[in-house]
């Protein structure tokens, strides 16, 4: 073990993920330290300094409502006399972190009576399936136990990629046949869970946006069936996003804030790609609670948000 308590495996893998997101904001920062060597022989940035920066960040995906308060921050800065390129990123850090830090919220288990209801929505390919199994593994790994419901009954292999993973983290997983009535799934499920003593009941939900009305009369019956099982329930409503979508993926969170209602965000892919940079714009604009992101595929690639880190890997100064 070292000092810190953690031992050096569990220190290898956060290198190896940190390393990982590093990688998928290379562009960002690249982009940010285009044109920018400095201050020579002043204090203050200089208008066409600032606007090379504000453009930088919304090229990166940060969008203008962040780029502009960054800027803002920047031109009110007086900085040492000559100060170099990391003390600009310093201040671009601190500015990230302050817009991300009143967003991070993890998942706990809290809900009373048990299970917690956990709704996950998403559009296909969001990574919304292997989420949910990371999810219910981070819940293992913290002694809660987990059920899961294969409440997207529209594609067969939703459910046998849902089976998948249960089998593998060896949860017990309700489902039906595909084209089955998920609120009747979810029912049993939430019957099945609160007779074993489940403690977070993960649910898998159709990610059609090509049919709003229909995903919505299916999302407004789920939760109608639910609450008459439990009026708390869902107690949260997670939205998936896929980071490489950039800007899209804030169209999504309006498209699903409106057919649902969403309760907090996860976004994945946070690894390998030049478009993160969203998740600062989806924090500004939405306020919403980011849960955890999704830094690769393996089953304990979800890691907790940490607003200062991601600042610092987004200026390239972590
Ligand atoms: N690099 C990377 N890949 C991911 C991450 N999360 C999920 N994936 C991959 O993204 C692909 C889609 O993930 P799924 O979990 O199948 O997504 P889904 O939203 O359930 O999609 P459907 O099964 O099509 O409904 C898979 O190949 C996953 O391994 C992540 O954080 N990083």
């Keep these: 073990m070292s000092t810190d308590g953690q031992n ?6 956060e290198r190896d993920w940190s390393d990982r997101l590093f990688g998928g904001f290379r562009k960002t920062t690249e982009r940010l330290s285009e044109n920018l060597s400095g201050i020579v022989g002043k204090t203050t940035l200089e208008e066409a300094q600032l606007d090379d920066i504000e453009d930088a960040l919304i090229m990166s995906d940060l ?129 099945a869970a609160t007779e074993q003593g489940i403690d977070a009941l993960i649910v898998d939900t159709a990610g059609r946006l090509q049919n709003k009305r229909e995903l919505m009369d299916e999302l407004s019956k789920i939760r109608r069936v639910l609450g008459r099982l439990n009026p708390e329930a869902p107690h949260d409503v997670v939205l998936v996003l896929d980071a490489t979508n950039g800007q899209n993926a804030l169209s999504q969170i309006e ?42 595929e393996k089953i304990d690639d979800l890691r907790p948000f940490n607003p200062d880190l991601l600042a610092r890997v987004i200026a390239g100064i972590a």
């Design 255 to 296: 498209i699903f804030k409106e057919v649902a209602g969403v309760s907090g965000l996860i976004m994945t892919k946070l690894d390998g790609t030049a478009r993160g940079g969203v998740l600062v714009a989806a924090a500004e604009q939405y306020g919403l609670p980011i849960h955890a992101i999704g830094v690769g």
């Design 63 to 191: 969008g203008p409502r962040a780029a502009a308060r960054i800027r803002a921050r920047l031109a009110a800065e007086r900085f040492e006399r000559d100060a170099d390129e990391r003390a600009i990123m310093e201040v671009v850090a601190r500015e990230i972190a302050e817009i991300l830090r009143p967003v991070a919220k993890p998942l706990d288990v809290v809900a009373f009576p048990r299970p917690q209801v956990i709704l996950v929505i998403g559009v296909n390919g969001s990574g919304k399936t292997t989420t949910i199994a990371k999810l219910a593994h981070l819940f293992q790994e913290q002694d809660y136990s987990v059920m899961l419901a294969a409440g997207d009954t529209f594609r067969a292999a939703a459910i046998g990629q849902l089976g998948v993973w249960a089998d593998r983290l060896g949860i017990p997983l309700v489902k039906g046949p595909e084209g089955g009535d998920p609120a009747s799934i979810v029912f049993d499920a939430v019957k």
């Design 8 to 13: 050096p495996e569990t220190l290898g893998a």
